[in-house]
């Protein structure tokens, strides 16, 4: 089975602070994904990574980074929280290569709460 | 632009029957599409998918159809039980490269089903 650890089930920070969002993959798979999800708008992609020090572009990737320093760990990082960024945060992975690729395979979620 | 369409945001149906979610995409791009189901409090979790190459693909109680010409996908289930009740989201997604590797997901806003008994 697929193992996708996400470091904290539920957070709350400070407007202003930079918060890191640690995801863990157990499989060495090599593609890595964060997404936000929010009432009504679905899951949207912030950034994905192929490879090791590897990173592109989601849909919404302003005031975030990420670093990928090695191949189970993928950070989400956000610079100077905002209050616009409180969200459910998701992990996933999915397997490099073939239709299988296509499929990912998510975290359990950081409820992230910046007041 | 949405890409990917959910209207329905909710969905009632009764314990037995069949319960149909419904996904329209618009990028002609997409050849692959993915349902997931969401617990609250959870990561969604993989159901079912689908090649554009198909156009129907049945795992147990779950079908998903295919309709390239109207670009149109559904989700059926049935029949319905309690433990279907969950958000539901369709997601498309197109191949990166040749050499494979999917892109990230585009996903649908969700469809709540509720399954009543």
């Known amino acids: 089975d697929v193992k996708v650890t996400q470091s904290s089930r539920y957070l709350v920070k400070r407007t202003g602070e930079k918060v890191f969002l640690e995801c863990v993959q157990d499989?060495?798979?090599?593609?890595m994904f964060w997404y936000r999800q929010d009432p009504g708008l679905g899951l949207r992609l912030i950034y994905f990574s192929y490879d090791v020090k590897m990173k592109e572009k989601g849909d919404i990737p302003e005031g975030y980074s990420v670093s990928r320093e090695k191949k189970e760990r993928f950070s989400l990082i956000l610079e100077s929280a905002s209050t616009n960024q409180t969200s459910m945060y998701l992990c996933?992975?999915?397997?490099?290569?073939?239709?299988?690729?296509?499929?990912?395979?998510f975290g359990p979620g950081t409820r992230l709460t910046v007041t | 632009d949405q890409q990917v369409k959910q209207n329905s945001p909710s969905l009632s149906v009764q314990e037995g029957r069949i319960s149909i979610l419904n996904c329209d995409y618009t990028n002609s791009m997409f050849d692959y599409f993915l349902w997931y189901k969401k617990y609250p409090a959870e990561g969604p979790t993989f159901l079912i998918s689908?090649?554009?190459?198909?156009d129907k693909n049945e795992d147990g109680r779950f079908t998903v159809f295919l309709n390239k010409s109207a670009k149109h996908l559904s989700l059926h289930i049935v029949p319905s039980q309690p433990g279907d009740s969950a958000v539901y989201f369709c997601a498309a997604s197109a191949l990166w490269d040749a050499g494979g590797g999917a892109d990230g997901l585009t996903f649908g806003k969700g469809t709540h089903l509720i399954i009543q008994p």
């Open positions: 689908i090649s554009s190459i198909k």
């Open positions: 996933a992975i999915s397997i490099a290569g073939g239709i299988s690729s296509y499929e990912q395979y």
């Open positions: 499989m060495d798979h090599e593609n």
